[in-house]
């Protein structure tokens, strides 16, 4: 069996380092990542080894990982585990400068054995990025 990769491209308006600030401060991480209904909690230990979690007691799920790379404000790589499962898969975010001050974010996302599987996180995904776009920046 040939695991599956996923991958996303977005246009972020905003810089490259305060988008890198949006994705790995905690705090904010929360306000945009999943819809704000889910009173989403999150915790970032931001080093090659250290951990995170992102959490939802009201919507009942949680997934969490360990940092394989941490270069800021480029690149990070992580491991992905939904609570209660027992795949893991391999997820990479790319943070691309571009010329009109704004960032290209790519998420690959590797190591699904099952294309079911694969497309619903393409969807969620595809969700996340939708909202990390309309995220206000100057917060």
């Known amino acids: 069996m040939t695991p599956l990769t996923l991958q996303l491209k977005r246009h972020v308006p905003a810089g490259r380092e ?49 940092f394989a790379a941490v270069e800021p404000p480029g690149r990070l790589v992580h491991t992905w585990q939904w609570d209660g499962e027992d795949l893991e898969t391999l997820v990479t975010v790319e943070f691309l400068a571009r010329a009109d001050g704004g960032t290209d974010v790519v998420v690959t996302h590797e190591r699904f054995t099952d294309a079911g599987d694969s497309a619903n996180h393409a969807q969620g995904w595809h969700d996340c990025l939708a909202r990390l776009i309309a995220y206000d920046f100057s917060a």
């Open 18 to 66: 305060r988008v890198w600030q949006a994705w790995t401060d905690p705090a904010e991480l929360a306000r945009w990542y999943w819809p704000a209904s889910f009173a989403t909690e999150c915790s970032v230990d931001l080093r090659v080894g250290g951990r995170f979690r992102i959490a939802s007691a009201s919507a009942g799920m949680a997934v969490s990982g360990e």
